[in-house]
């Protein structure tokens, strides 16, 4: 099998388990304050000082949303968790409604002996009637990988019909990759 599927799928997995390990994050409200783009640029740094009263680096990362769509996600890294995070998916589809910021958080995982770094952030998404989950909310898991000095992420975002489920089958995965930049100064 060729190594970097190996890696793919070894990242997905461990990215799961995270999810099912810990689930003590994954509701948190919040605004999204720690874009750039929101708040007056007296207070814009790199640091989440914001409104949030979160410290910690914030990073700010467009990603390319299953070939066709893009994303915005933009959050905020203290050591190893992410207390603050938001998305936001340009066009959207019947699972992740377009245009709409959700919240959500995670955690950054080390894997030294594949020499890479795993981020895994959940989310929650209103229900669209229309779509697949029909009136159910949908939860969102984001598990994106890197090498250990790369800021090009690769994965994909895992939809599961109901709120708080992160553990059954996902009614469907999302491609997404994209580079992490920490948030600039305006």
Known sequence: MNRKILIAMLSVLIALFACHKDNNNVDVQGDDSAATDDDSAADDDTNA??????????????????????????????????????????????????????MGAGKEIQVPEGDMRI????????????GRCGNQPVSLVAALTATANNDLFIGGISARCGADNWTSRPVQILRVNGKLTPAKKQ
Not at 80 to 99: C, R
């Open 49 to 102: 000082d914001d409104d949030t009263g979160i410290p910690g680096q914030v990073y700010d990362m467009k990603l390319a949303f299953e070939f066709k769509d893009e994303a915005r996600l933009i959050f905020t890294q203290q050591n190893m968790d992410i207390p603050n995070a938001s998305i936001n998916v340009k066009k959207g589809n019947d699972l992740i409604p377009g245009g709409v910021t959700l």
């Open 119 to 130: 981020l895994t952030i959940k989310f929650a998404a209103p229900s669209t009637p229309s």
